[in-house]
């Protein structure tokens, strides 16, 4: 076989494994595209929980804020309203 021949032997070689090394590469691509998707979603459902806790204490605070003096007057007038029925 001469230099040309050898040359088109290893070039015929060279295809598929040019295909499978491509192939490998574009799997580890998508791969570490998942693994960067699933660490922005974890960071993302965090930073939410975090805001949602802080939406709910400050719900919280404003309720208290708000219905804590009727709820001392509801029961005062509950109070007198069960000692005059028992009285």
């Keep these: 076989m001469n230099l040309a021949g050898i040359a088109a032997a290893l070039a015929l070689v060279s295809i598929p494994v040019n295909a499978l090394v491509a192939r490998w590469q574009i799997r580890s691509t ?20 975090a805001e949602r806790r802080r939406l709910q204490m400050e719900t919280r605070e404003t309720e208290n804020r708000i219905y804590a003096p009727k709820r001392v007057e509801l029961d005062k007038a509950m109070a007198a309203a069960l000692q005059r029925r028992w009285a």
Excluded: F, S
Aim: no cysteine; aromatic share 0%.
């Design 30 to 49: 998508l791969q570490q595209a998942e693994m960067n998707q699933r660490g922005a979603m974890a960071l993302t459902r965090t930073q939410v929980e």
